[in-house]
């Protein structure tokens, strides 16, 4: 497999901060695997990141399990302060046992484990490594281990490899409840089609990152169809709790990403919508936040339903100025209350400019701090399907539930 380039250079520039943060926002939006890698290079432009293979074990499986853990992962330096050295230290034996501990059923025979938070080959405290000759009894394979702490944030320490460089059957990427992403990389050799290489990433928002790699049998011959551990089972092992024993080996960073603050849950809009309906009218959805569709039923029709609130600002201030000014719609009714706000109905058919057959409602209230409500009906169960005729709330029911004082503060 190909080995990353090595990068020199001085102090990324304004252009070069710009650039990176381009292909990462680019990235994010179309998980491409070498947009990520692209990605990934041009953030670690400015210092130098030595990617390189390591050997010396006895033996061809030796070489086999260490080639690929030491991919893309980057030489520490420097000496670690009292304020950062780690938690509860564990020899080599230790965490090779605890990485057996975490494995299903099967035999397991060390080929080699480094000690955490001591520099090994590559050079780096933060790091540590090992690899197995693991059998479920099926035949044994190779697996190795990589358990370290970056300065990476998930979305560039967990990406998928270049299918450029390296024949790929698939790969996933997964964002964790926690923020953390899981990424299941299916690899095959470039010269021997029957051998597999099987990766899984997991990276924290504080990086930490666990890298497994695993084979479909050892150095010399692939000896069975697919490596010991299938998606989930490795999903699950890389993911695991009983890493943070060896992360508590490692040492802390200075520099490790700062997790972002969880963002506010989205207030459910149902309990204050519910009363606003007419009576007898029945509510659904999955989920109840601003945006999110409902359908209500009412005397025998259905149809969709989404609400939006918006918060007060500048941005809807503009939003009010633009609904009075702009040029209104064939069915459009404006209206200026007393309060300052302004009201909007309008109609639409099959399109913007489309009055015949009318298929959709909306009404919204703009207030002069910028808040605003807009409910919009469909005549139809879902999103696509429209169809003419009676929706299950009229026009006037859409504005009494728009200015409804149960919406402001």
């Known amino acids: 497999m190909p080995v990353d380039d090595e990068f020199e250079g001085g102090r ?15 990235a994010a939006l179309a998980p491409d695997q070498a947009l990520h890698s692209l990605a990934t290079r041009a953030e670690r432009i400015g210092r ?16 086999l399990a260490l080639a690929g853990s030491l991919t893309a992962f980057g030489r520490g330096t420097g000496t670690i302060d009292p304020a950062h050295r780690p938690k509860r230290p564990l020899t080599s034996t230790e965490a090779v046992q605890a990485v057996i501990g975490l494995l299903p059923p099967g035999s397991s025979q060390v080929l ?25 009894g099926k035949g044994p394979s190779i697996i190795s281990y990589t358990v370290e702490r970056t300065e990476l944030v998930p979305a560039v320490a967990a990406v998928c490899m270049d299918p450029l460089q390296m024949p790929q059957d698939s790969c996933e990427r997964t964002t964790l409840p926690s923020g953390s992403m899981v990424v299941i990389d299916k690899l095959r050799d470039t010269n021997l089609a029957t051998h597999k290489e099987w990766r899984a990433t997991w990276a924290a928002p504080d990086g930490r990152r666990v890298l497994i790699i695993e084979h479909n049998g050892e150095a010399s011959a692939s000896n069975r169809t697919d490596p010991p551990l299938d998606t989930e089972q490795l999903r699950a092992l890389v993911a695991a709790p009983g890493w943070q024993q060896i992360f508590d080996a490692l040492p802390s960073r200075k520099n490790a990403p700062t997790p972002p603050a969880p963002e506010p849950a989205a207030p459910d809009l149902r309990p204050t919508l519910l009363p606003l309906l007419p009576q007898g ?7 109840g936040t601003s ?31 633009y609904a009075e000014s702009s040029p209104p719609g064939p069915l459009e009714v ?12 309008n109609s639409f058919g099959n399109g913007k400019t489309a009055t015949t057959p009318v298929l959709h409602w909306t009404a919204a209230v703009y207030y002069p ?7 919009t ?11 003419p005729g009676t929706p299950a709330l009229d026009l006037d029911q859409l504005k009494t539930i728009v200015t409804a004082p149960a919406w402001r503060p």
């Open 12 to 26: 990324p520039d304004g252009f070069a901060d710009g650039f990176t943060l381009a292909l990462h926002g680019a």
């Open 48 to 63: 130098r990141r030595r990617n390189r293979r390591r050997a010396g074990l006895a033996g061809g499986l030796a070489v």
């Open 112 to 136: 080699h484990a480094q000690t955490p938070g001591t520099p090994g080959p590559t050079g780096d405290p933060y790091r540590t490594d090992g690899a197995l000759l693991f059998d479920d």
């Open 281 to 287: 009218a029945v509510l659904s959805g999955t989920e």
């Open 291 to 321: 945006g999110t569709p409902f359908t209500v039923t009412f005397e025998g029709r259905t149809s969709m339903l989404v609400v939006i609130t918006g918060p007060a600002g500048k941005r809807g201030i503009e939003d009010k100025e």
């Open 334 to 345: 404006r209206g200026l209350q007393a309060d300052g706000s302004t009201v909007v109905t």
């Open 369 to 375: 701090d910028g808040r605003s409500v807009t409910a």
């Open 377 to 387: 009906l469909w005549n139809g169960e879902n999103g696509y399907t429209f169809r």
